[in-house]
Each structure stands twice: as C-alpha cells, then as structure tokens.
C-alpha cells in the first residue's frame, strides 16, 4: 500500500510539472499575442490598407508553411507576424505629433471592424 501511494505521488509530481510546463508555454502565447495586437493596433491607427495587412499575413503564413523542428507552430506563426508587422515601413514613417497622441480608445487593443 505504501509503495501504491509513492507511486501515485509520483505520478501526480509528473501531472504537476506537466501543468506548469504548459502554463509557461501559453504565457509565452499570450505574451507574444499582446504584442501582435499593439502592433496591429498601431497600424490601424496609422489607417494601413486591408491589402497590405493581407500580404503580411500571407508573407508570414508562407514562411511558417514548414514548421521547424522543436519549435511550437503557434508560436512560430506568432514570431514571425510580430517580426512581418514591426518590420512594416509604416510604423517607421508615423509622424512624432501622431506618435505622441493619446489613444481615443480606453483600450488599445481592441481592433474594432
């Protein structure tokens, strides 16, 4: 009896790792998320046309078409849109009056249609 209960403290020592591993994997996701958003929220406050948002989104899913190996394809697709959308030559062109105004929204991620 002693070595079933050791056994399923084992177990559940396993279990908690596994949980703990995941919950740092979709903070990382949610992190990486908020970013994407800011910078897609700054493109849309820098009125960025529907097409060239679309051709950064297909640039980046064409890149991510092979996942590389040992690397999270969520995450992948993530990094590489963040990189594709602060990369973009807009943002690198906003005016300083537009980059210092307040936001109109109280919060700046949502992306309204």
């Given at each position: 009896?002693?070595?079933?209960?050791?056994?399923?403290?084992?177990?559940?020592k396993?279990?908690?790792?596994?949980?703990?591993?995941?919950?740092?994997?979709?903070s990382?996701?949610?992190?990486?998320?908020?970013d994407v958003?800011?910078?897609?929220?700054?493109?849309?406050?820098?009125?960025?046309s529907?097409?060239?948002?679309?051709?950064?989104?297909?640039?980046?899913?064409?890149?991510?078409?092979?996942?590389?190996?040992?690397?999270?394809?969520?995450?992948?697709?993530?990094?590489?849109?963040?990189?594709?959308?602060?990369?973009?030559?807009?943002?690198?062109?906003?005016?300083m009056?537009?980059?210092?105004?307040?936001?109109?929204?109280?919060?700046?991620?949502?992306?309204?249609?």
């Amino acid at each position: 009896e002693l070595q079933q209960k050791v056994e399923e403290a084992e177990l559940l020592k396993m279990e908690l790792q596994m949980l703990e591993t995941e919950r740092v994997r979709l903070s990382l996701v949610e992190e990486k998320l908020m970013d994407v958003l800011q910078l897609l929220q700054q493109l849309r406050d820098l009125n960025i046309s529907k097409r060239a948002l679309g051709k950064i989104l297909l640039s980046t899913l064409e890149s991510c078409r092979d996942p590389q190996p040992g690397k999270a394809q969520l995450l992948e697709v993530l990094d590489t849109l963040q990189q594709e959308l602060a990369a973009c030559e807009l943002l690198h062109r906003q005016p300083m009056e537009q980059a210092q105004s307040p936001r109109s929204l109280s919060n700046p991620l949502v992306i309204s249609c």
